[in-house]
T-cell receptor
């Protein structure tokens, strides 16, 4: 069983569209995250939820809205997609105190055309 | 704040060569330290970790020692293989913080046969 699964794996969409990507973890972790990886492989945290409560909200455009219906799921909705949103988005999860590290999903590559 | 610095630029080396990737950190508190590896087209995988000073993390022939006196966690492997070609990220997490995992910029490692 995949520990952290993301869907879809690839998403190609036109500018201005609204899209959602989903993440699910079956590890029993309390905390989930969204990271954005740019073309230079730089990883930037976007959001973090602990047991459905938002605990990290970095400087991300309001067009990005995370939702956590339960502690095993964290979705990301993006309104009015822009060219600069093209990137790979990684979901991750960890125990409440993350010093054992995170478990990452395999990523969703979004290409905005 | 908490941050990780990795040496600049990609690393290209021949098979069976010795690999070192430098990582230094700045942290408030007593961080846990990690190396993650990202193979082409995949998500990040935890390679090894260390949670206290002088701990040595090891996995798949890679090693890193938590050096508090030099605030470093350099990654080493004695004899690399072509299959080690990947991007390597150093990261830290501070216990009792907000679980944020701070990543370095990553180093692309290319091993030539």
């Amino acid at each position: 069983d995949t520990a952290v699964s993301q869907t879809p794996k690839y998403l190609v969409t036109q500018m201005g569209n609204d899209k959602s990507i989903k993440c699910e973890q079956n590890l029993g972790h309390d905390t989930m995250y969204w990271y954005k990886q740019d073309s230079k492989k730089f990883l930037k945290i976007m959001f973090s939820y602990n047991n459905k409560e938002l605990i990290i909200n970095e400087t991300v455009p309001n067009r990005f809205s995370p939702k956590s219906p339960d502690k095993a799921h964290l979705n990301l909705h993006i309104n009015s997609l822009e060219l600069g949103d093209s990137a790979v988005y990684f979901c991750a999860s960890s125990r409440r105190q993350g010093w054992n590290g995170y478990t990452f999903g395999s990523g969703t590559r979004i290409t905005v055309v | 704040g908490n941050s990780v610095t990795q040496m600049e630029g990609p690393v290209t080396l021949s098979e069976e060569a010795f690999l070192t990737i430098n990582c230094t950190y700045t942290a408030t508190g007593y961080p846990s330290l990690f190396w993650y590896v990202q193979y082409p087209g995949e998500g990040l995988q935890l390679l090894l970790k260390a949670t206290k000073a002088d701990d040595k993390g090891s996995n798949k022939g890679f090693e890193a020692t938590y050096r508090k006196e030099t605030t470093s966690f350099h990654l080493e492997k004695g004899s690399v293989q072509v299959s080690d070609s990947a991007v390597y990220f150093c990261a830290l997490s501070v216990p009792y913080g907000n679980n944020r995992l701070a990543f370095g910029k990553g180093n692309q490692v290319v091993v030539i046969p």
